[in-house]
């Protein structure tokens, strides 16, 4: 960028030779093209700031050692940001190349006088000649790069625009709002303006870039979470642009932009010295490039104060604008990587979770099984065990008695089958019944449900089929079951009962077990949030996770008049 810098610098210098002296004299009623050849100017350099509210005529003397005979040249009249105008007299509106470009030669070097209009209250202005063949490739190198510029930054705002939409991370709808503006911002500062409404395009924009860079900034950094004192900080400033704008209306004195930039940069610094978060480097170098243009642009006048040449501000922004977009992109890029590896850790580890809990219901509801079965045999070991005292003890009885022990001993192992067939993860997906996956699913917790006297209803269409794992749709039944078993025992529900129905789209897992508080309908899919003492608080999160992901299923719940009503539809496969 230094070099860029100095390039442009040198350029410059070398352009404004053939300028001999400029001249210049404030704006009366009294003066017009016919007699300002009268007036007496005064010499001033180049380039000129001033802030006036006046307006102005220039006169410019060429130098015509410095024009050859054979080359046809042109003198441009610089405008910074396009705040000050230029007027010529009709006798040269045939030699105007643009509305600040006039065509010269040799020929024909009498004074050049230009009135200039001062529409901002201040003056800043540069005078240069050049070789016309010269000025017209770099125009047209100009407007190429003004073009890739304006196509580079409104590609990112539609590119963040729309992962947004499929996103909804607010940093992406900031960053692309934020790019909108700097698109606006360009566009005004390269379009010469004359009237009010022009201006106004371009305050909106600076006002919209500072509020909606500031947002982004707090998005991405998360100020919030790491830096709550910076964050305060920045949220002021949002609030600190809108008044200055207002006092810049009233007073025309503005805080330096680059000032509010350059804060974002210690919020990053002090964010990425907290987290080592490696997306807030490209975040660093990509506002470091912006802030540079908004430095320079702001220190223009300074720099003219010391003795430097006139620094096309306009291209650089142009130039600085689009390299910040593509950096950040890489950022914001980088950052979706980090924040889709760390939700897929955070799924597999809830995934992991919600298998532990599964295997301590699975347990529990084993025991529920096997409770009666081993009261069985405890009951067959005694029998034996007495007739034995009693010497009552036979081939015959003890033969009847065995094939008692080893029918509960069958039906145990067949429990510790069904359940192992429930758990056991499947590679594929195939089609499966849903009303038998559903009764498996109840066989599977029936001896739990026995034992506190809940009903269960199954009902609806047995053919129904639904492509996916028969075993992780089984999971949610269960998990729909116990949290309607577990509110009917806490809430002493009289006559217990689920109901569940399967119609062709769509499965209904009703209770009567008073219904959800509204105060926390919005919080029960959320990981870990629970209302039992030692629930885990993932059923329900998995679950959905589980539907919409790998069923493509919608997930919700009503309060009923009598309980809970959840639903489950879905897209019927034939």
Not at 234 to 243: A, R
Not at 336 to 352: C, D, F, R, V, Y
Request: hydrophobic fraction near 45%; aromatic fraction near 14%.
């Amino acid at each position: 960028m230094k070099l860029v810098l100095i390039l442009l610098l040198t350029l410059t210098a070398l352009y404004s030779d053939a300028i001999k002296y400029v001249e210049i004299i404030e704006d009366k009623p009294t003066v017009n093209f016919d007699n300002v050849q009268e007036q007496n100017f005064k010499r001033v350099k180049l380039p000129l700031y001033r802030y006036e509210k006046s307006g102005y005529w220039l006169k410019i003397t060429l130098a015509p050692s410095e024009l050859s005979n054979e080359i046809n040249h042109v003198i441009v009249f610089e405008s910074l940001f396009k705040v000050n105008s230029f007027v010529f007299d009709e006798s040269h509106k045939e030699k105007l190349v643009q509305s600040n470009v006039l065509r010269i030669n040799k020929k024909d070097l009498e004074p050049v006088y230009v009135k200039l209009t001062n529409q901002d209250d201040y003056l800043a202005i540069n005078i240069e000649t050049k070789e016309y063949d010269a000025f017209l490739k770099e125009n047209n190198f100009k407007s190429k790069l003004y073009g890739i510029s304006y196509g580079i930054i409104f590609s990112a705002f539609l590119y963040y625009l729309a992962f947004f939409i499929f996103n909804r991370q607010k940093s992406f709808i900031y960053y692309s709002l934020t790019q909108l503006s700097i698109l606006g911002l360009l566009v005004s500062i390269a379009t010469e303006f004359t009237d009010s409404p022009s201006y106004l395009i371009a305050d909106v924009s600076l006002i919209s870039f500072l509020i909606f860079s500031n947002l982004f900034t707090k998005e991405f950094l998360s100020t919030k979470k790491y830096a709550p004192k910076l964050n305060m900080i920045l949220t002021f400033m949002i609030g600190l642009y809108i008044v200055e704008t207002f006092t810049y209306m009233l007073t025309e004195m503005r805080i330096p932009t680059s000032l509010f930039l350059i804060f974002y940069l210690i919020a990053a610094i002090v964010v990425y010295s907290k987290t080592k978060f490696k997306p807030i480097l490209f975040y660093l170098a990509g506002w470091s490039i912006m802030i540079f243009s908004f430095i320079l642009a702001d220190m223009e006048i300074f720099l003219s104060y010391i003795g430097s040449p006139y620094i096309d501000i306009e291209a650089i922004l142009h130039i600085c604008a689009p390299l910040e977009s593509m950096i950040l992109a890489f950022a914001l890029s980088y950052k979706l990587k980090l924040l889709e590896a760390s939700n897929i850790e955070k799924e597999n580890l809830l995934m992991h979770q919600s298998k532990l809990a599964s295997m301590g219901e699975m347990i529990n509801n084993i025991a529920h099984q096997w409770r009666q079965p081993l009261t069985h045999i405890s009951y067959i070991v005694m029998n034996i065990n007495t007739a034995f005292k009693h010497e009552k003890l036979d081939a015959k009885y003890l033969n009847k008695k065995s094939l008692e022990a080893t029918a509960q001993l069958e039906y145990m192992s067949k429990t510790i089958d069904d359940f192992k067939n429930f758990y056991v993860p499947k590679k594929e997906k195939e089609l499966f019944n849903i009303y038998e996956a559903t009764r498996n699913a109840i066989s599977i917790t029936s001896a739990t449900l026995n034992a506190y006297d809940i009903t269960v209803e199954l009902k609806g269409d047995k053919e129904c089929l639904l492509r996916g794992y028969d075993n992780e749709y089984s999971q949610v039944v269960l998990n729909l079951i116990s949290n309607a078993k577990d509110a009917m025992i806490q809430n002493k529900t009289k006559n217990p009962l689920i109901k569940i129905e399967i119609n062709e789209n769509s499965i209904k897992v009703e209770d009567n077990a008073g219904g959800i508080n509204p105060k926390i309908q919005t919080q029960i899919y959320e990981p870990y949030f629970t209302t039992k003492s030692k629930g885990t608080g993932i059923g329900l999160y998995m679950s959905k996770v589980i539907l919409e992901t790998h069923f493509k299923a919608r997930f919700y719940h009503k309060n009923i008049e009598t309980g809970t009503c959840f639903y489950i539809e879905y897209s019927n496969v034939q």
